[in-house]
C-alpha cells in the first residue's frame, strides 16, 4: 500500500481493480481539515483517461510489475521497438505508451521494461542520457553577464537550456526526470 500523497507522475497503482498510470499529481490544501490529492490517471488496458481525487491521507494499492533489462531499437513512427536483453526477444510499444520519454530514446539505450502479465505496458528511463547537441546559438565573449544560458536542441528533438560554452556537436548529459542540463561530457 502507499500514500496518496507520495503519488508521482509514472507510478503504477490499482484503483477500483484496475491498474492505472499516474500522469498527473497535485495536492491541494484547505484553509482547515485535510487536504486533497488530484490525480490524472491512464488506464493501462483500455487507454482511457480520468481524473480521481483522494483524500489525503488515504492510502491504495501499487501494482504488482516486473522490469527486464531492455535495448531501444528504432522507431517506425507509431511504434517504438524494444529487445530484451536476456532472450533477445522483441516488443513493441505504442507512442502513447512511451509518451516524453521519446525525446531521450538514442539507438542502442539499455533500460527497464515494465511488465504487467507478461505484457509491456510502459519504459522506465536511466536517471541520466548522453545527447549531442544538433542545433544552437553560438556563444559570445563577456556574453556571461544574465549567468543564464541559451537554448538548444538536441538530437531527439529535445529543446533543453545549456550554458553559453555549450557548442553544435558537443555530447551532454541530461536528467530525465527533470529534462534539464547536467553537465558537458
Excluded: C
Excluded at 510502459?122 to 544538433?134: D, Q, S
Aim: no cysteine; hydrophobic share 35%; aromatic share 12%.
Amino acid at each position: 500500500m502507499i500514500e496518496v500523497g507520495s503519488l508521482k507522475k509514472g507510478m503504477f497503482i490499482v484503483y477500483e481493480g484496475e491498474i492505472y498510470k499516474v500522469i498527473e499529481a497535485s495536492k491541494h490544501f484547505m484553509g482547515r481539515g485535510s487536504g486533497l490529492i488530484r490525480t490524472k490517471l491512464k488506464n493501462v488496458k483500455t487507454g482511457l483517461v480520468r481524473e480521481v481525487n483522494f483524500p489525503s491521507g488515504e492510502k491504495i494499492p501499487e501494482a504488482e510489475l516486473s522490469f527486464k533489462k531492455a535495448q531501444y531499437l528504432y522507431n517506425d513512427g507509431d511504434h517504438y521497438y524494444f529487445m530484451d536483453l536476456s532472450d533477445y526477444e522483441q516488443y513493441a510499444l505504442p507512442e502513447e505508451e512511451i509518451g516524453d520519454a521519446k525525446w531521450y530514446l538514442t539507438e542502442n539505450l539499455e533500460l527497464d521494461l515494465v511488465f504487467f502479465e507478461d505484457k509491456p505496458i510502459g519504459i522506465e528511463l536511466p536517471n541520466v542520457v548522453v545527447l549531442e547537441v544538433k542545433e544552437t546559438e553560438p556563444g559570445y565573449k563577456g556574453d556571461t553577464v544574465s549567468g543564464g544560458g541559451k537554448p538548444a536542441v538536441l538530437e531527439t528533438g529535445l529543446k533543453v537550456t545549456v550554458p553559453f560554452f555549450v557548442e553544435v556537436g558537443d555530447k551532454i548529459k541530461v536528467d530525465t526526470r527533470t529534462g534539464e542540463y547536467i553537465e558537458r561530457v
